[in-house]
């Protein structure tokens, strides 16, 4: 048996190790294994020049016509089409790690050509949106373990990383696919695709397989999925009539592997449930040591627990909303000590503000300087300056450790007014923010909805101590 694997190099003495240019003819081999996002790598290469690619013949390939010394891009391209479409009419497998198509322009003589024109497609199927869609994730789950590759998929489902999936509302897929694998929201990210008597897999991109004895025995594995492949069709491909046919025991068997398959099912969608709750959640321990957008984000999700109404893309301006209030916040973050840039940052965007609605708003900087270093052990998490500038306008300066505290009073809160307390301290804090004990933030005894009581005076505004 021979293997041709292109852009994936595996090491074993079945397998022969080529680039898409540089290969023998596809149709001499009893499977291929392909990596598209190699097959953009020396096309681009191609048109640009920066590297030189010659075919099996040892001939140059340039992005012009063919000529006695030079094989044309097109037309390498256009035999590579024909070598594929006679493999798969053999009846032979073609394994694809699937992802998102891309054009690829300036192809001399082939204009529209894309990352998957070289491959067939049954009827009705085509290799781009809204049929492969992009797609990024880990995590995968194994449907049909009848599939020759089941078992490979099995071994190294940890390795797999999807970079697209496959629609399945489309008319034509039902009809010669089925899907392989899942992902853990139950997108399609591995398929086969039947194209006349050959099969084509797509299987999830496999980018994190290290080099020594993981690759080999991904190569071994490969090699005896691929004769697996070669044995014909499986039990998945019978007949609906031949379930007529029973054998002692074989019902009650199914029906166990059915009531197996779905509580594996049930069980994945608590476990997806669970891991968002859980990182949702978590989540908020980035205000402790995390920088850019992770902690752009865990400060957006600390105001949402506060109950102020915050977009929470961190790409959008950062805005809040609460009991008839507005404010304007910035983040920065260093392992060392923050400095002035966010307070001109929030600086500007207030003056703006101010020039075009006439109507002043609260500031507020959010600052996690030292991050990597324990919170009770910072010594210097922001500069003198920046506390004296946030100070005399009035803005509230607050550490990722502070709002973390203040998120978990929030959600430890059993009355609204206590919510409220805690947004009325950021409101009127001008410069550091004081932390009260979780005493003075209680409110009197009621019914819990805000009242039209004094605003909420921080006690620690005339001589506590800093958090």
Known sequence: MRLLVIGFPLPNPQIDNYSFLSAPSFFDYDAVVVEPASISKVIEEVLTRTEEHRTF????????????????????????????????AAGKLLVVFARPNVPHSHILGLPGYDRYAWLPAPPGVFYRPPQLMPADGRGVSLVDRTHPLAELIERFQNWFTYRAY??????????????????????????????????????????DVP????????????????????????????????????????????????AA???????????SRAQEQTADLAGL?????????????????????????????VDKPGVL??????????????RETVGEDVYIRLQRRLER?????????????????????????????????????CESNGYALITGPQLFELARRAMAADLLNEVRALRDLIFETRGELRLPTEETTAPAAGDGQPTAEPPYRDPAMEGGTPW
């Open 57 to 88: 013949a040892g001939e140059p390939v340039l992005n012009e016509p063919t000529g006695p010394f030079v094989v044309g891009l097109a037309d390498h391209l256009q035999r590579r089409r024909e070598e594929t479409e006679r493999l798969l």
């Open 166 to 207: 496959f629609s399945e509302r489309l008319p034509a897929f039902p009809e010669h696919g089925r899907v392989l694998m899942r992902s853990p929201g139950g997108a399609a990210i591995a398929v086969e695709l039947r194209v006349g008597p050959g099969r084509i897999v797509f299987l999830p991109a496999l980018e």
């Open 211 to 258: 080099p020594g004895d993981p690759r080999f025995e991904l190569a071994s594995q490969m090699v005896t999925a691929v004769k697996r492949a070669r044995m014909g069709e499986t039990e998945a491909d019978a007949p609906r009539w031949v379930a007529g046919y029973t054998l002692p025991g074989l019902a009650e068997l199914e029906a166990e592997e059915q």
């Open 261 to 271: 398959r779905e509580a594996v099912r049930q069980a994945q969608e608590r476990l």
């Open 285 to 313: 321990r980035r205000l402790l040591w995390a920088e850019g957008l992770a902690f752009e984000a865990a400060v957006r999700e600390a105001f949402r627990r506060l109950q102020f109404l915050v977009d929470t893309d």
């Open 321 to 334: 909303y609460a009991d008839g209030r507005t404010a304007f916040f910035e983040t920065a973050a260093d």
């Open 353 to 389: 503000d101010l020039l075009t609605t006439a109507e002043p708003k609260k500031g507020i900087v959010v600052v996690n300087g030292q991050r990597r270093t324990h919170p009770d052990r910072r010594t210097e998490p922001y500069t003198q300056a920046l506390r004296a500038a």
